[in-house]
């Protein structure tokens, strides 16, 4: 892989593609005193909402597009289960949706995100029935071609897909189409559903008809494809990327998974042509807002009025060449604490880089799964479910609680949490004991986890703790 070429940006380089305004943070809050911050954590007490009319706009230059910096990731909307309110628990909550995109235009949120794949395939019916009750030009609507599977390769099946996202965001024009997951599966994958069967020209073709405004694609997986779609960017030219950037990610992304890209030469590559990225993950699925609790109280002693999620919204939209910053907001208080980090964005110091650096370090010692929480493996078909056990684990591995040797004094304390937050988080005939290893799940993992391996390491460590061996 690529992480180490001179024509990457390295990780100081970050400070550089910051904006000016960066600088001027800088200078205010240096020195800044315990009596300053006391009174920030006030003003942030007294400010229950979000301010309206303060969102930080960012510009397209292909298209000149005003875009908000915060957009919506539509991948994970609220279930009935998530509400709490009547109907079936795995149904999209769709009042409760609706309520969400209101709030976010509200406040100055224009860019939506979705995928025919999304919540089990609901998300754009969900999407374009949110978005349908808003003026056309108060958001731009972002949808991918979703053909992972090699049943659906075929130019017939590919151009159904295309046409029904149409259909479902009851739009006749789409903001932003992308290529969805190129990388995954390798340059055949690349081929077989874009090239050979002629999809991605009739894309181009379809641009200059003004059906899409935008093309461009996002990026897992192999670098070479990653490489070769950009040394084709004189041929398609490309209007936006998509890519995974947050603090750990930049500079560590190989030391997660050793499969991954780091995000400074993603965006180094972007940058030198010019070409918008769009940032999917800053919180890393939610792992960079579930920091173990010594990093958590490090940052509440520097910033107390800042959330820990702050810290990542921050650090991903300080860079001069993202368009947008995508969160799949589930809740309101997740679209709320999002909308302060960026109505209006204060862009991330030097000294508070750094600062996350060493965060990022301490987090790459602690041993979780990459586990993004995305659900493209889902569903298992022997009905695992697989994210909410690897969720699980990794939320008790960050907090410092995960059982390891039956001696130790808090054995007894940590093994019956364990497996009663298991029980509770994931239903007894969803765990890990029930993979088959048939492997279906793993070519669809965006972070190449060899699933069926991680599930059997955790039935046999949730074996152990059951027996109370070490």
């Known amino acids: 892989m690529k992480k180490n070429q001179d024509k990457g940006i390295s990780r ?39 301010p309206t009319g303060k969102m930080t706009m960012r510009s397209n ?3 000149g597009d005003q875009v908000s910096l915060l957009g919506y990731g539509m991948m994970r909307l609220p279930t009935y289960k998530d509400t709490g309110r009547s109907g079936s628990e795995d149904d999209i909550d769709q009042e409760m949706v609706n309520r969400l995109v209101d709030y976010a235009i509200e406040h100055g ?52 897909m295309y046409h ?15 290529l969805h997951g190129i990388g995954m599966g390798g340059m055949e994958a690349l081929n077989g559903r874009y090239i050979d069967n002629g999809i991605l020209d009739f894309l181009v073709e379809e641009r200059e008809k003004g059906h899409i405004r935008n093309l461009g694609f996002s990026y897992h997986g192999e ?166 056990i690897f969720v699980h684990y990794n939320k008790v591995k960050n907090a410092g609680r995960l059982p390891r040797h039956s001696q130790d004094e808090h054995y007894e304390e940590y093994r019956r949490e364990y497996l009663i937050g298991l029980d509770r988080s994931v239903p007894r005939l969803r765990q890990a004991n029930h993979c088959i290893q048939c492997g279906q799940c793993e070519p669809h993992c965006p972070q190449n986890i060899r699933i069926p391996r991680e599930l059997a390491k955790i039935d046999e460590f949730v074996e152990q703790m059951k027996r109370g061996e070490d």
Not at 30 to 46: M, N, R
């Open 109 to 160: 949120v224009n860019y939506f995100d979705t995928s025919p794949v999304y919540c089990q395939g609901h998300s754009e019916r969900s999407t374009g029935i949110a978005l349908s009750r808003h003026k056309r030009n108060e958001f731009y609507v972002a949808t991918k071609l979703s053909n992972f599977n090699d049943e659906i390769w075929s130019r017939e099946e590919t151009m159904k």
């Open 223 to 388: 670098i070479e494809v990653f490489d070769h779609l950009l040394s084709l960017h004189d041929k398609y030219k490309w209007d936006f990327v998509q890519i995974e950037l947050n603090y750990l990610d930049w500079d560590w992304a190989d030391e997660i998974n050793d499969r991954n890209t780091d995000a400074r030469y993603l965006y180094g590559e972007l940058e030198k042509r010019g070409i918008p990225a769009v940032i999917m993950e800053p919180l890393l699925g939610g792992r960079l807002s579930n920091l173990p609790q010594y990093l958590v109280k490090e940052m509440k002693q520097r910033a107390p009025e800042r959330s820990v999620a702050s810290w990542a919204f921050r650090y991903a939209g300080t860079p001069k060449g993202v368009l947008t910053v995508l969160s799949g907001m589930t809740y309101m208080e997740h679209l709320k604490d999002n909308l302060l980090s960026y109505c209006p964005l204060t862009p991330v110091t030097e000294e508070e880089t750094e600062f996350l650096y060493h965060v990022a370090k301490e987090v790459v010692g602690v041993e979780t799964i990459p586990c993004n929480d995305c659900k493209y493996c889902m569903p298992c078909p022997y009905g695992v479910d697989i994210p909410g």
């Open 164 to 178: 029904n996202s149409f259909k479902e965001l009851q739009v006749d024009c789409i903001d932003y189409y992308l």
């Open 61 to 63: 230059p292909n298209s």
């Open 12 to 50: 100081r380089s970050f400070l550089k593609v910051m904006g000016a305004g960066a600088v001027t943070t800088a200078a205010v809050l240096t020195g800044c005193k315990d009596k300053k911050k006391e009174q920030a954590l006030e003003e942030y007490k007294k400010q229950v909402e979000p």
